[in-house]
């Protein structure tokens, strides 16, 4: 049955203004040395850019209204200095209260970084994730073109800060004499919930943020198991970031814990995840710890990280690092420069972008109850490294991630399973168990290896 033409092309146009168009070149990512607050005319020199952090509550103090005046005015800064910047945006307990509210009344959390009692919402949950998407949606529409925005952290399952592989769980509150995490549990935390929480904010910023790169925090990732115990493994964190690198070869591995306990193999744990990431050539940024917390010799330190081909290295908090040696910090600031050159995608090289082909369903077709697959073919001249497919209602709604339907834009891409990873030419499949009979409609979205993506036409039909 076919839908009236108006209707069919304004349903159409905001997915097309988001993803059509065959090449979206990605941003450089951004090297140098940077600061963590907002460099002053001293400073700049010696650096590549700096890390925008602000609050949730910052910038969505009502659920839906947004202030970016925050970012607003450290890009001012950025853009009279020429220097780029990457953001990181903290949920958790800087979270707004409306969000910390979702699902239930904030839980008490201590904040050991900053010895306080705070409060903290239900981040494993979809319908707090979901909230979370709405912000993430609005920034990307404001800043994934910007310029000078490079980087973003992925932040939305953090506990105090970006370090999303860290929960802080065992933390006890000198107050209330109990645990963060015993709340959670009382809450209905489960490990599996926030794995999956976790792996779909990778996704959704990817399919967001198309022209920015994307930093991933890496620690030996901590879990919390149903009795309270506290475990971590980094060898699970490798694991994690292989796949979320398969399906987003752009993603940049980070991490805030750099010093010498890392260099001098003290903090072995972590020095296996950098080994990991060095032994995949894949591209790094660094913070260093802070003066006082045990980053040790800074020529060493800075010497390391410009080595082993880190692109950008935030310096530790404070001006102290003015007064180091400024040769060391100008090259330095030129090695790092020149690592994130080199690592960043053949930009140029690759002007080609991917193709694909929904072979099943097929258009106008009427399928059985049970589940329904989907799959075809895809092509590159050099790569197919991601296909991904949205799923879209009659009620002009998109699948979500927990079965639900969204509304407008919002939309959750599921990944394909690709039969070759890499390759020029790969078929690719998923399924999909649809709830109810009535009308769908699919949508692929194929990437190459250099950040260039091609979506399908919908292809409706129909569950009998
Ligand atoms: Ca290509």
Redesign the pocket.
């Known amino acids: 049955m076919k839908r009236p033409v108006a209707l069919v092309a304004l349903l159409v146009l905001p997915f097309l203004a988001h993803h059509a168009g065959a090449t979206e070149p990605v941003k450089p990512p951004l090297g140098g040395l940077l600061t963590r607050g907002v460099p002053n005319s001293t400073e700049a020199p010696y650096l590549g850019g700096f890390a925008i952090v602000p609050s949730w509550r910052d910038l969505e103090p009502r659920r839906g209204t947004y202030d970016f005046s925050f970012i607003d005015q450290r890009l001012a800064t950025a853009r009279k200095y020429g220097l780029g910047v990457k953001f990181r945006v903290i949920a958790g307990t800087e979270a707004p209260d409306w969000a910390k509210s979702i699902g239930g009344a904030p839980m008490p959390a201590w904040d050991h970084q900053r010895k306080v009692q705070t409060s903290i919402g239900r981040f494993w949950t979809a319908d707090y994730q979901s909230a979370w998407r709405e912000l993430q949606s609005a920034l990307a529409a404001r800043y994934d073109s910007d310029p000078t925005v490079r980087e973003i952290n992925i932040s939305g399952t953090g506990v105090i800060s970006a370090e999303v592989m860290l929960l802080m769980a065992n933390d006890k509150s000198p107050v209330t004499g109990k645990t963060n995490g015993s709340y959670w549990l009382a809450a209905g935390y489960t490990e599996a919930q926030r794995r999956a929480a976790l792996v779909a904010d990778i996704d959704f910023m990817a399919s967001r943020w198309s022209h920015t790169r994307l930093d991933l925090g890496l620690h030996p990732i901590q879990s919390l198991d149903s009795t309270g115990r506290v475990s971590s493994s980094p060898t699970a964190t490798l694991e994690i970031y292989d796949a979320a690198r398969a399906a987003h070869p752009g993603l940049i591995a980070f991490n805030t814990g750099f010093g010498m306990p890392v260099i001098n193999g003290q903090q072995a744990a972590l020095r296996s995840i950098y080994d990991g990431v060095f032994a995949r050539k894949a591209p790094m940024d660094l913070q260093t710890l802070n003066l006082g917390a045990g980053m040790g010799d800074e020529t060493t330190v800075l010497n390391w990280a410009a080595s082993h081909g880190i692109m950008s290295l935030e310096l530790p908090s404070g001006k102290e690092w003015l007064r180091w040696n400024s040769s060391l910090l100008n090259s330095t600031n030129a090695k790092l420069k020149s690592n994130a050159t080199a690592a960043a995608p053949p930009s140029k090289s690759?002007a080609?972008?991917?193709e694909l082909r929904v072979t099943s369903p097929t258009a106008d077709s009427t399928v059985a109850s049970g589940p329904v697959t989907i799959s075809g073919t895809a092509t590159?001249?050099?790569q197919v490294v991601r296909v991904a497919v949205g799923i879209r209602n009659a009620s002009d709604q998109w699948l979500q991630d927990d079965g639900s339907w969204g509304v407008g834009e919002t939309r959750t891409l599921r990944p394909a399973e690709l039969t070759t990873v890499g390759a020029k030419s790969t078929s690719w499949t998923t399924s999909w168990t649809p709830t109810e009979r009535g009308s769908y409609a699919v949508v692929a979205v194929v990437g190459?290896g250099?950040g260039?993506r091609t979506s399908s036409n919908r292809i409706h039909f129909t569950v009998g």
Do not use: G, Q
């Open positions: 690759d080609t972008a991917p590159d001249d050099n190459d250099s260039n």
